[in-house]
């Protein structure tokens, strides 16, 4: 008789894979709403997520194509910023 239960190595390989696409996508909010109070550098983005900063360069070509395109640039300081749209 074949085993009905689910695969549970499988089930939490794909819930963990989900807590991190959600953890990511709160990150990608959490970066926006920080751009907004002020103007920040990758390390200081780094630090306050604690990510690394390749993890927050990866994340700024993500926000600034589709579906998020936010108008985001480095001024001379290297501190990110969120343009505004108004």
Known sequence: MPHLLPNLQAV????????????RVARLDAIIAALRDRPMTTRELAE????????????????????FYC????????RWRLLSTS
């Open 12 to 23: 939490g390989a794909c819930a963990g894979a989900l807590l991190v696409h959600l953890g």
């Open 48 to 67: 306050r997520f604690e990510v690394s900063q390749r993890m927050i360069q990866k994340d700024m070509v993500v926000l600034q194509t589709e579906p």
């Open 71 to 78: 108008p985001l640039w480095q001024d001379e300081r290297f």
